[in-house]
């Protein structure tokens, strides 16, 4: 496993970051199509990734409703202190008209929720799961750092954010002396790379890390699925399509991502993870599973090295036909601050 700087912090984390979404949930009518594992699955797949050099677990405290920050806790009893762990906020907790959002009072319930569910005293990477249009940013970014000074948090991050929306609080964070966000997780994927319009640009200029969530597309790049239909009937992607997807153009990427698996021989599974991993601003690259055979898998994806080939075949199927303004004519105008020959 090769471990990769989370930010400006000085902290290392594994390449691939553990994903606990699959734990838990087996009664809920969503997360039981996710995962639904139980407590022995959940030990199982902890230990699996640990024992592999994975050092960086993420969850969230709406997953399978909390179970699975409570199944995650007790897998990690005894190697609390081997991982770097990440949860989120700010999906709805309960039915109540405060059990949602990025307030102070939200904050600082869910936040012990958390706590307690996990079963550790701080939490080492503590992101909000989006944005909340009803609560100042400033309200949030001070009551993360109260929590911070109080040692219940090491780290900040944000997920799902604009790349606007992540520079205006690092702004306010700047300015008024509040604890900074280290990191932003976004998806990012084969047949997905908005991200590389704006939201890239202004992390690696603000030296923010990157940890991208569903690099398979919800299971689309699995191989499980092309033009000719779903060739595994327990395939996620055939279940439900949670990320939007050109569905015409994810095919024509899905034919050269089953190709390049081919030259490999290993799953396509394994090259859309590993192309992933090859994007310069990429730090970690979180991965889940429902079975220890497909962990494995996905682990393997940090020692295949995709040739010069293969990325340029795979970048010419997945990228956007035409650059996005303002980017083109930006590019247009560095033209003239190229070094000048003597």
């Known amino acids: 496993m090769k471990y990769r700087p989370l930010g400006r912090t000085g902290v290392y984390v594994s390449e691939l970051c553990l994903g606990a979404m699959t734990f838990g949930g087996a009664d809920h009518p969503v997360f039981k199509m996710v995962g639904g594992l139980g407590q022995d699955d959940t030990d199982q797949i902890v230990g699996t990734a640990l024992d592999a050099g994975v050092n960086f677990i993420d969850t969230a405290d709406m997953y399978a409703d909390g179970e699975s920050e409570t199944l995650l806790g007790r897998a990690l009893k005894g190697r609390r202190d081997d991982v770097v762990l990440a949860t989120k906020l700010a999906a709805r907790t309960g039915p109540g008209p405060n059990d949602v959002g990025l307030s102070r009072l939200h904050l600082a319930r869910s936040l012990e929720d958390s706590l ?8 080492d990477l503590y992101q909000i799961h989006s944005i909340d249009p009803h609560t100042p940013i400033e309200e ?11 040692g219940k948090i090491r780290y900040i991050g944000c997920s799902n954010l604009a790349a606007w ?102 799953s396509a599974a394994r090259v859309a993870l590993a192309w992933v991993l090859a994007q310069p601003a990429v730090t970690s690259v979180i991965i889940g599973a429902r079975r220890v055979d497909q962990l494995t898998d996905n682990l393997a994806a940090a020692d295949l090295t995709l040739t010069e080939d293969d990325l340029a075949r795979l970048d010419e199927v997945s990228r956007e036909s035409l650059p996005p303004y303002p980017a083109w004519i930006q590019q247009a105008g560095l033209r003239d601050r190229l070094p000048q020959q003597a």
């Open 140 to 150: 949030t970014l001070r009551a993360l750092d109260d929590a911070v000074r109080q």
């Open 116 to 123: 307690r569910r996990l079963g550790t005293d701080h939490i």
């Open 165 to 266: 929306e992540v520079a205006k609080a690092l702004g306010v964070s700047a300015a008024r002396g509040l604890t900074e966000f280290v990191s932003v997780q976004s998806y990012y994927s084969l047949v997905g790379r908005d991200v590389e319009r704006e939201l890239i640009p202004m992390l690696r200029s603000e030296e923010l890390a990157l940890m991208v969530w569903s690099p398979l597309a919800g299971g689309l790049l699995s191989g499980k699925t092309d033009r000719n239909g779903v060739s595994d009937a327990g395939a996620r992607h055939a279940q439900a399509q949670f990320v939007p997807v050109d569905t015409e153009k994810a095919y024509d990427v899905i034919d050269v991502l089953k190709a390049v698996a081919a030259r490999h021989e290993v």
